[in-house]
């Protein structure tokens, strides 16, 4: 740096004694032009030859081209001396800069280095970087002392770095090593309980797989699956993965993929279906279930029957599978891109479809995810606090209908059918079928079962008494029945909605006009006891009896309020029969209110 300052200081004195000699010699000529002046004055008054006068002329105009050369030569040099001068300074501040970032860099490195000497890296072996006396040597040599100062620096960092980073590798797997080695421990001890339970699991699996019932093999089905439109073969897949891992399930393809489909009809299906029978242990009956895909409407439909002994008997096909799922009647196409086919008025049709109904649960299953509920799906289940948190969406819905799931609720449907059956069996023989003992009662019912009839569908349609909210009418059969006791009797309609017993019968009551017995108050109050009997504990764990614990219930009721009535008109005063009465309507209301816990 000093020697950059030097030459500096050299280069500009220089330039000062060119210019000073520039501007002596300038001095001169003009002193000797003055000179030469006056001499020209007196000579021309003296002398007057012309030749003189010619020769001094020719030496005066020599000396002004020397000075004009001379003071053109002076501004040169002043010029190049300043360039000269911005060069330098510019250097010098440049170096200064230098300097000063390098000296900052060695502060900085020192600091990490003496960080990491202080630190946990203690053991890493520590490198010998001496830091030069920067004041003492020159600018280049300090220079190049300082670049090989901080390349020595960056090395010791960059080595400490990485065995740190080594260090904290180890000690990470040793943590993870000693992790597994205390997981792979406990895992050791539980093993023996684990086997155990695991052995107790596979039983009722093994006893499955060995009443696997016979269906087409794997392979046959998953060849004709090849043919089925998308949705179905979803289906297909799930029921015959499902049927070899749990069994009683049969599962078959009906139809022809050659056969021509007919496009201009807008409930038109699939040639081919898939067809699964659901089985359940202990019952000989099984549910058909098929379904078909409409390819024009980009959704599936479902039918059902109950099949026994190879044989269909329909009942009431398609209905046993209604309100399978919350408010899922099957009544409404449940893709909303259908609500704009003819112009905006399309509404599924089950007669045109063949008694075929589009389910939200089974278009769900087959992987139909497009789909929304209809909006009459989405206001009732508004209208329905305990169905608040229900999903509305084909991808909420699917994680409640998955293909498991909907076969056993499915296999509990048929259970509650059969059920169902056996005791409008028994009802039809004058027989009760649930004993008074089973529902907590104590003594036998006199009242008797005169009754009990199906009633067609058109008697029972529109039927205000059988209303319900939640359900709009839709039963899938109502009975009536009449009871008596004496010469008390009264009229019973029954309706049975698809999702029984999860949906309880309704009973409608209607006493005989002109009974003295019963009161219309009377009846209503026997009416409302008889339908909270689902509620009762002692139906808790044998819901698919509930109809028969109902009209059992029902005529032990009607014993009561017979017996209470009766009792309390033997007296002889009008005036005392007057009041009695009065009591008695109390000791009724008592009576009934009181329910199965008396």
């Given at each position: 740096?000093?020697?950059?300052?030097?030459?500096?200081?050299?280069?500009?004195?220089?330039?000062?004694?060119?210019?000073?000699?520039?501007?002596?010699?300038?001095?001169?000529?003009?002193?000797?032009?003055?000179?030469?002046?006056?001499?020209?004055?007196?000579?021309?008054?003296?002398?007057?030859?012309?030749?003189?006068?010619?020769?001094?002329?020719?030496?005066?105009?020599?000396?002004?081209?020397?000075?004009?050369?001379?003071?053109?030569l002076l501004i040169k040099q002043v010029d190049e001396a300043r360039k000269n001068s911005r060069i330098e300074q510019d250097k010098l501040l440049n170096a200064r800069s230098r300097l000063d970032n390098l000296m900052y860099e060695t502060k900085m490195l020192q600091d990490e280095i003496n960080l990491c000497e202080t630190g946990p890296q203690a053991h890493v072996q520590k490198l010998d970087v001496p830091i030069p006396d920067?004041?003492?040597?020159?600018?280049?040599?300090?220079?190049?002392?300082?670049?090989?100062?901080?390349?020595?620096?960056?090395?010791?960092?960059?080595?400490?770095?990485?065995?740190?980073?080594?260090?904290?590798?180890?000690?990470?797997?040793?943590?993870?090593?000693?992790?597994?080695?205390?997981?792979?421990?406990?895992?050791?001890?539980?093993?023996?309980?684990?086997?155990?339970?695991?052995?107790?699991?596979?039983?009722?699996?093994?006893?499955?797989?060995?009443?696997?019932?016979?269906?087409?093999?794997?392979?046959?089905?998953?060849?004709?699956?090849?043919?089925?439109?998308?949705?179905?073969?979803?289906?297909?897949?799930?029921?015959?993965?499902?049927?070899?891992?749990?069994?009683?399930?049969?599962?078959?393809?009906?139809?022809?993929?050659?056969?021509?489909?007919?496009?201009?009809?807008?409930?038109?299906?699939?040639?081919?279906?898939?067809?699964?029978?659901?089985?359940?242990?202990?019952?000989?009956?099984?549910?058909?279930?098929?379904?078909?895909?409409?390819?024009?409407?980009?959704?599936?439909?479902?039918?059902?029957?109950?099949?026994?002994?190879?044989?269909?008997?329909?009942?009431?096909?398609?209905?046993?599978?209604?309100?399978?799922?919350?408010?899922?009647?099957?009544?409404?196409?449940?893709?909303?891109?259908?609500?704009?086919?003819?112009?905006?008025?399309?509404?599924?049709?089950?007669?045109?479809?063949?008694?075929?109904?589009?389910?939200?649960?089974?278009?769900?299953?087959?992987?139909?995810?497009?789909?929304?509920?209809?909006?009459?799906?989405?206001?009732?289940?508004?209208?329905?606090?305990?169905?608040?948190?229900?999903?509305?969406?084909?991808?909420?819905?699917?994680?409640?209908?998955?293909?498991?799931?909907?076969?056993?609720?499915?296999?509990?449907?048929?259970?509650?059918?059969?059920?169902?059956?056996?005791?409008?069996?028994?009802?039809?023989?004058?027989?009760?079928?649930?004993?008074?003992?089973?529902?907590?009662?104590?003594?036998?019912?006199?009242?008797?079962?005169?009754?009990?009839?199906?009633?067609?569908?058109?008697?029972?349609?529109?039927?205000?008494?059988?209303?319900?909210?939640?359900?709009?009418?839709?039963?899938?059969?109502?009975?009536?029945?009449?009871?008596?006791?004496?010469?008390?009797?009264?009229?019973?309609?029954?309706?049975?909605?698809?999702?029984?017993?999860?949906?309880?019968?309704?009973?409608?009551?209607?006493?005989?006009?002109?009974?003295?017995?019963?009161?219309?108050?009377?009846?209503?109050?026997?009416?409302?006891?008889?339908?909270?009997?689902?509620?009762?504990?002692?139906?808790?764990?044998?819901?698919?009896?509930?109809?028969?614990?109902?009209?059992?219930?029902?005529?032990?009721?009607?014993?009561?309020?017979?017996?209470?009535?009766?009792?309390?008109?033997?007296?002889?005063?009008?005036?005392?029969?007057?009041?009695?009465?009065?009591?008695?309507?109390?000791?009724?209301?008592?009576?009934?209110?009181?329910?199965?816990?008396?």
């Amino acid at each position: 740096m000093t020697s950059c300052l030097s030459k500096l200081s050299d280069d500009v004195r220089l330039s000062l004694e060119k210019a000073q000699s520039a501007i002596s010699a300038i001095r001169d000529s003009i002193m000797w032009s003055s000179k030469t002046q006056i001499g020209f004055d007196s000579t021309a008054k003296e002398q007057s030859s012309q030749d003189e006068f010619r020769d001094m002329s020719r030496k005066l105009l020599g000396h002004f081209i020397t000075l004009k050369t001379s003071h053109d030569l002076l501004i040169k040099q002043v010029d190049e001396a300043r360039k000269n001068s911005r060069i330098e300074q510019d250097k010098l501040l440049n170096a200064r800069s230098r300097l000063d970032n390098l000296m900052y860099e060695t502060k900085m490195l020192q600091d990490e280095i003496n960080l990491c000497e202080t630190g946990p890296q203690a053991h890493v072996q520590k490198l010998d970087v001496p830091i030069p006396d920067f004041s003492s040597q020159s600018d280049d040599d300090g220079a190049r002392a300082h670049q090989r100062t901080m390349e020595a620096l960056s090395e010791e960092l960059l080595k400490r770095k990485a065995a740190q980073k080594e260090v904290d590798s180890i000690l990470q797997v040793a943590k993870k090593k000693r992790k597994e080695l205390d997981d792979t421990k406990s895992a050791l001890r539980d093993l023996p309980n684990l086997l155990s339970s695991l052995a107790n699991d596979l039983k009722p699996l093994r006893a499955l797989g060995q009443n696997k019932p016979m269906a087409q093999s794997s392979n046959t089905l998953l060849s004709q699956a090849q043919h089925l439109p998308a949705p179905l073969y979803v289906l297909a897949r799930q029921a015959v993965g499902y049927s070899e891992a749990y069994g009683n399930l049969s599962v078959s393809i009906t139809g022809e993929g050659s056969k021509k489909q007919v496009r201009k009809d807008i409930y038109a299906q699939h040639p081919m279906r898939v067809q699964i029978d659901v089985l359940c242990e202990g019952i000989p009956q099984s549910l058909r279930v098929k379904f078909g895909y409409h390819t024009n409407l980009h959704i599936v439909s479902v039918s059902s029957v109950i099949v026994a002994d190879g044989t269909e008997t329909p009942s009431y096909p398609t209905k046993e599978l209604q309100m399978l799922y919350p408010y899922d009647f099957g009544e409404e196409s449940p893709s909303a891109g259908n609500s704009y086919l003819e112009r905006g008025s399309f509404r599924f049709d089950v007669t045109k479809a063949h008694g075929c109904r589009p389910f939200v649960w089974a278009n769900v299953v087959c992987g139909i995810t497009s789909m929304l509920p209809t909006e009459s799906y989405n206001a009732r289940l508004e209208n329905e606090s305990q169905f608040a948190k229900w999903p509305v969406t084909a991808m909420e819905l699917s994680g409640h209908m998955r293909f498991k799931d909907v076969c056993e609720t499915l296999r509990t449907r048929l259970k509650s059918i059969v059920s169902l059956k056996k005791q409008i069996e028994l009802l039809l023989s004058k027989r009760l079928p649930v004993l008074p003992a089973d529902i907590g009662l104590t003594t036998e019912p006199k009242s008797k079962l005169e009754d009990f009839v199906k009633l067609p569908p058109q008697d029972w349609a529109g039927d205000e008494r059988l209303a319900r909210e939640g359900t709009g009418g839709r039963y899938t059969e109502v009975w009536c029945m009449v009871i008596s006791r004496d010469s008390l009797r009264i009229n019973c309609m029954i309706g049975i909605e698809p999702d029984y017993p999860f949906g309880p019968p309704v009973f409608r009551l209607v006493c005989d006009k002109g009974s003295e017995i019963a009161s219309e108050k009377d009846v209503l109050d026997l009416e409302r006891c008889v339908n909270e009997v689902s509620t009762s504990e002692n139906v808790k764990g044998r819901e698919e009896l509930l109809l028969g614990a109902q009209i059992t219930a029902l005529l032990s009721y009607l014993d009561r309020l017979y017996d209470v009535s009766s009792n309390l008109e033997d007296g002889d005063s009008e005036g005392r029969a007057m009041g009695v009465n009065g009591r008695a309507r109390s000791k009724r209301a008592s009576i009934l209110s009181g329910g199965l816990a008396r």
